[in-house]
């Protein structure tokens, strides 16, 4: 389980009730009229907006965010293609690989030395392996705009759920004891859309976008190793070449770090 994913969403939930029920205004936002428009308004604009196989992925994704990232980390990566290389050397160069393992980064590293094996060549060997990296950002980017699009939609329709309680506030403005019903749907419904933006749409897609660039990271990394392999190199240069993905990584997350700050 990913336990940062688990621990925002608890406490922005923790914030959002403690805030709702110490202001004793429960009963007032708790209205049925604006989840109903701002859920369904936006689930409507996103399924209008996207693919059917898109929406399920984009489903799918937000289930993975709980869990562990299934992309392995840089060092593990780093100590398998070493290990690749060593076997390499010692057996006859790439063809020797035929028994890598083909659950390794999705099945990434065993595609990789397959092309390697056929194309024989580095060059084709990495613009076949780097349009496939491209492809699978492309696709995972997608899920994150899946998000972001709901994150600017839910707003729009709590302003439409909110424009429909000044509407009926003002027909009823003659009824004081209407007044306080209409007022709850225009706030409650602002209330929903913001906050269904901010603590769920918006944080998602930034989740679901930082899993792509650490995915792209490892996919690359992995690429560099086979073709080094490829050309020879001793496992102790190929480890060389590699480790210096651990500081991408490590400035990448500071990186992070300091923009979320």
Not at 21 to 47: E, N, R, Y
Not at 157 to 168: A, D, E, K, M, R
């Amino acid at each position: 389980m990913d336990i940062m994913t688990i621990g925002g969403f608890l406490l922005g939930a923790a914030v959002v009730f403690w805030g709702i029920f110490t202001s004793g205004i429960a009963d007032k936002l708790m209205d049925l009229h604006g989840i109903v428009i701002v859920l369904g308004g936006t689930l409507a604009a996103t399924v209008i907006n996207t693919s059917f196989k898109r929406f399920v992925t984009g489903l799918k994704a937000f289930v993975d965010i709980f869990y562990a990232p299934k992309t392995p980390s840089v060092d593990s990566a780093v100590r398998m293609l070493v290990g690749m290389a060593e076997t390499a050397q010692k057996q006859g160069g790439i063809m020797a690989l035929t028994n890598t393992d083909p659950a390794f980064a999705g099945g990434f590293l065993k595609r990789a030395v397959g092309v390697a094996m056929i194309s024989a060549e580095s060059r084709e060997t990495r613009a076949i392996l780097e349009e496939e990296i491209r492809r699978r950002r492309l696709d995972v980017q997608e899920d994150s705009n899946f998000y972001r699009t709901m994150s600017v939609l839910s707003p729009m329709f709590g302003l439409i759920g909110t424009l429909f309680g000044i509407i009926q506030t003002l027909s009823n403005i003659s009824d004081p004891t209407m007044i306080g019903r209409s007022m709850a749907v225009a706030i409650s419904s602002a209330f929903f859309g913001i906050g269904l933006s901010n603590l769920v749409f918006v944080p998602v897609a930034n989740k679901v976008r930082l899993r792509a660039v650490e995915e792209t990271l490892v996919l690359q990394l992995i690429l560099e190793g086979v073709i080094d392999i490829m050309s020879g190199k001793t496992p102790h240069l190929v480890e060389m070449h590699l480790r210096g993905y651990q500081l991408i990584e490590g400035a990448s997350q500071a990186g992070g770090r300091a923009a979320r700050a």
